[in-house]
């Protein structure tokens, strides 16, 4: 079975072809077109201009990936888009592309959820085949921490979610992403403040301090707007030479970055702990960086013994077609030709 997965929630036009014979896998092409120079200047997202791009981009990448797939489009059996949670206009765009090509090729639809598909493309390995944990290592729970999204989910199995807990205002990666444009580092945020934290400042005489927003309640919600303007407080009180000092640059992306990473990995195992789950699964864009991936590896080892992690590939972690295709994979049992039933859902709920 070929199967071609399509992602345009937000700013990366996503397109995968997958062949998948008895849950072998092949990945034909995994493709990702970017719009970072273009959103650049806004410092975030701009849904409007998103759209465009791909709508300008997602027929060129498609074609792209037929050619790296070396198949011709009549080969494809099932498409698997990305319906929501996301901005609506991008959304939009994939979805009435993969229902002309479906109408076309006379082949069903699978509508995906993006959050399931940050938690599924865990189950593909290195070597590209899938690793379906054993049931009896479930219930488990997921993190997917993203620029749009922060949830935490107890998943019972693969298609059986509770959503326990989410931000009650920012999401993670979108506060990063607004600190490092205040502090002049570039977009998208996450990144930036990930490479320029690695800097050791030995015996510095300035301190940065933030607070960890929620750590100590007793419930799995975040909230990082709080977090973002303690950072913007701290700025405004410094002597512009300290503000524009690579020194003071270095020491808030260090605080906000371990502040963000503290609460991730406190809410995650305490929710791991109370029901029960020895398997913790990571997903989403700020899954990409480094000390988180290290430092919830070694508090879950430490806190939950015989608990095991997931967590993608970096070039996984950020949104991506084979995520979708996977996904459709899993979940093609839920395929249509009812195509009007399929629409854009931006607020669609896991
Ligand atoms: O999953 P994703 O590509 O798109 C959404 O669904 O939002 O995530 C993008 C977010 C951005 O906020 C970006 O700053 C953040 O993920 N991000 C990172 C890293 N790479 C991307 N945050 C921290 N460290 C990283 N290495
Ligand atoms: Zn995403």
């Given at each position: 079975?070929?199967?071609?997965?399509?992602?345009?929630?937000?700013?990366?036009?996503?397109?995968?072809?997958?062949?998948?014979?008895?849950?072998?896998?092949?990945?034909?092409?995994?493709?990702?077109?970017?719009?970072?120079?273009?959103?650049?200047?806004?410092?975030?997202?701009?849904?409007?201009?998103?759209?465009?791009?791909?709508?300008?981009?997602?027929?060129?990448?498609?074609?792209?990936?037929?050619?790296?797939?070396?198949?011709?489009?009549?080969?494809?059996?099932?498409?698997?888009?990305?319906?929501?949670?996301?901005?609506?206009?991008?959304?939009?765009?994939?979805?009435?592309?993969?229902?002309?090509?479906?109408?076309?090729?006379?082949?069903?639809?699978?509508?995906?959820?993006?959050?399931?598909?940050?938690?599924?493309?865990?189950?593909?390995?290195?070597?590209?085949?899938?690793?379906?944990?054993?049931?009896?290592?479930?219930?488990?729970v997921?993190?997917?921490?993203?620029?749009?999204?922060?949830?935490?989910?107890?998943?019972?199995?693969?298609?059986?979610?509770?959503?326990?807990?989410?931000?009650?205002?920012?999401?993670?990666?979108?506060?990063?992403?607004?600190?490092?444009?205040?502090?002049?580092?570039?977009?998208?945020?996450?990144?930036?403040?990930?490479?320029?934290?690695?800097?050791?400042?030995?015996?510095?005489?300035?301190?940065?301090?933030?607070?960890?927003?929620?750590?100590?309640?007793?419930?799995?919600?975040?909230?990082?707007?709080?977090?973002?303007?303690?950072?913007?407080?701290?700025?405004?009180?410094?002597?512009?030479?300290?503000?524009?000092?690579?020194?003071?640059?270095?020491?808030?992306?260090?605080?906000?970055?371990?502040?963000?990473?503290?609460?991730?990995?406190?809410?995650t195992i305490?929710s791991a702990k109370?029901f029960?789950a020895?398997?913790i699964?990571?997903?989403?864009?700020?899954?990409?960086?480094?000390?988180?991936?290290?430092?919830?590896?070694?508090?879950?080892?430490?806190?939950i013994?015989?608990?095991?992690?997931?967590?993608?590939?970096?070039?996984?972690?950020?949104?991506?077609?084979?995520?979708?295709?996977?996904?459709?994979?899993?979940?093609?049992?839920?395929?249509?030709?009812?195509?009007?039933?399929?629409?854009?859902?931006?607020?669609?709920?896991?």
């Open positions: 079975m070929i199967i071609l997965g399509i992602e345009t929630s937000c700013d990366d036009t996503g397109v995968a072809i997958l062949k998948i014979e008895n849950w072998k896998l092949e990945i034909l092409s995994n493709l990702v077109s970017s719009q970072i120079k273009i959103h650049k200047k806004y410092g975030g997202v701009f849904p409007t201009l998103a759209k465009r791009e791909h709508k300008k981009n997602l027929p060129i990448v498609f074609k792209k990936a037929l050619k790296e797939s070396k198949i011709k489009e009549n080969q494809i059996d099932l498409i698997s888009i990305t319906i929501g949670p996301g901005l609506e206009p991008c959304l939009w765009v994939g979805v009435n592309f993969a229902k002309n090509l479906a109408k076309k090729l006379d082949i069903p639809i699978v509508p995906v959820n993006h959050i399931e598909a940050h938690i599924l493309v865990n189950f593909v390995s290195k070597n590209s085949k899938f690793q379906i944990p054993n049931s009896s290592i479930f219930p488990a997921c993190l997917v921490v993203s620029g749009g999204h922060t949830q935490l989910i107890l998943m019972e199995k693969i298609g059986k979610y509770q959503l326990i807990g989410e931000t009650r205002d920012d999401a993670a990666g979108e506060c990063l992403d607004k600190v490092a444009r205040l502090l002049g580092l570039g977009y998208p945020g996450g990144p930036a403040i990930e490479k320029i934290s690695k800097f050791q400042i030995p015996n510095s005489k300035l301190k940065v301090t933030l607070p960890r927003p929620m750590i100590k309640q007793k419930n799995y919600d975040f909230s990082f707007a709080g977090l973002k303007t303690a950072v913007l407080y701290d700025f405004l009180k410094r002597p512009e030479k300290v503000r524009k000092s690579k020194e003071y640059k270095i020491l808030m992306a260090k605080e906000v970055q371990q502040a963000v990473i503290d609460v991730l990995i406190s809410k305490k109370e029960g020895n398997l699964i990571l997903g989403g864009g700020v899954a990409a960086n480094e000390e988180l991936r290290k430092q919830i590896i070694e508090n879950s080892k430490f806190q013994p015989n608990s095991k992690i997931l967590i993608p590939p970096k070039e996984l972690c950020t949104d991506n077609g084979l995520m979708v295709a996977v996904t459709g994979y899993f979940r093609k049992e839920t395929a249509t030709k009812n195509f009007d039933k399929i629409v854009a859902e931006p607020n669609l709920k896991i």
